[in-house]
């Protein structure tokens, strides 16, 4: 059979996991990083990176909306996930996880989502016409009291949910790399460090995301982008960054230290099939790259314009090299043989269930439903309501 070379059992041929699984972890790596970038103003007072909050939250719920959908696909019946919430299996991680996400969707990331914009939604509901002033009529829950006392309870709880809210973005990525990682079979995935990775990973890619959504959406405004805000953001980065890439050379350096029966196998896959993806897109492009732009742009004083500019190319370079370490992960884990005696290839279809337009379709869709909170939930202060402080009435 053509792909394959030496020794392959039977079921190891097809991969059982395709771009759809890639796509999975990925996705939900973003909706943790984004979630942290907006604890750093809600949390950690970060002031400078305030700009970015509303979008940050914004961004976090409309990819969590799609995460579900790429492992709904690959089990071909999606309409049988809800099983899981009335049969629950305590001992089985994946099926725990339909728990970890509804968690995190409506008692964390709708419910701050919900306290941050109630002020705005009540204007919005006594200001709009027709269809939208309906929605925003649900959307107030039958909570119209905008007093000064109700924002400020508002605002206290609001801080408590993103306080749970850290801990719980942590367990819905970490707990992918926990999968991952307690794969004892398969010695490309069976490391105690993967959920760290993964954690990690997930922070960068987040905050990259949404560092270039922030700066392509300003310009698409026609606004000013405020550098005080972008440069903090490119700072956590950087730092975020270094750790992360700490932590995957670790990694490295004890697989290669430890050199057990598997190590001449991936050693191999690694210098073959995996070289492109791993060596070139993920480690020098998607990672030593951007830790370079982004570590000149900490030490030398750059002109507004350079730093745009390096902040673009870091921020897609970045989510790149992370979907690529998705990818070495999942596809590149399932390329060797149990015996290491043999290695098949992964040749992604176009049109099927599983293919190149499915998995394209579903990066692009939580951006359509970003677009569309968006303009449901402006998080631009002047285009949203009066900003924090404006007197209004209490309503009744």
Not at 186 to 201: A, G, H, T
Not at 286 to 305: D, F, N, R
Request: proline residues 6%.
């Amino acid at each position: 059979m053509s792909g394959v070379e030496g020794f392959m059992y039977p079921n190891e041929i097809a991969l059982q996991w395709s771009v759809l699984i890639v796509l999975y972890p990925y996705i939900t790596g973003l909706v943790a990083g984004a979630f942290i970038l907006a604890s750093l103003e809600r949390v950690f007072l970060v002031e400078a990176v305030k700009p970015t909050y509303r979008l940050a939250l914004l961004t976090a719920l409309a990819f969590l909306l799609v995460a579900p959908l790429p492992l709904c696909l690959h089990l071909g019946h999606p309409f049988r996930s809800p099983e899981m919430y009335f049969t629950p299996h305590s001992t089985s991680a994946m099926a725990m996880f339909g728990y970890v996400y509804l968690w995190y969707l409506m008692a964390v990331l709708v419910l701050e989502i919900w306290l941050d914009y109630r002020r705005d939604i009540v204007l919005l509901s006594q200001s709009s016409k027709g269809l939208l002033r309906l929605i925003y009529k649900v959307m107030t829950l039958g909570s119209s009291n905008i007093s000064p006392r109700s924002l400020a309870i508002d605002e206290r709880v609001g801080w408590i949910v993103t306080l749970i809210g850290i801990p719980s973005a942590f367990l819905l990525h970490g707990y992918v790399g926990f999968i991952f990682g307690s794969i004892k079979a398969n010695p490309w995935w069976s490391s105690p460090l993967m959920p760290v990775v993964f954690i990690f990973s997930a922070m960068v890619s987040g905050i990259a995301g949404v560092m270039v959504l922030y700066m392509a959406i300003t310009k698409l405004r026609k606004q000013k982008i405020d550098m005080r805000c972008v440069d903090t953001i490119a700072m956590y980065l950087f730092y975020i960054f270094i750790i992360d890439f700490s932590l995957e050379m670790l990694d490295l350096i004890h697989r290669i230290y430890e050199a057990d029966e598997s190590f001449r196998s991936l050693n191999f896959l690694v210098h073959t099939q995996l070289y492109i993806p791993h060596i070139v897109i993920q480690i020098f492009l998607g990672t030593i790259t951007p830790i370079i732009l982004l570590g000149i742009t900490q030490v030398v004083k750059l002109p507004e314009i350079a730093r745009k500019r390096i902040y673009s190319v870091s921020g897609c370079l970045t989510l790149i090299g992370v979907f690529a370490m998705r990818w070495n992960v999942v596809i590149g884990g399932q390329l060797f043989s149990k015996s290491f005696l043999g290695y098949t290839t992964y040749k992604m279809s176009l049109v099927t269930r599983e293919g190149l337009l499915v998995a394209i379709f579903l990066t692009i869709l939580p951006l359509i439903f970003l677009w569309a909170l968006v303009k449901l939930l402006p998080p631009w202060p002047e285009k949203s309501a009066p900003p924090r402080g404006y007197p209004v009435a209490a309503a009744d």
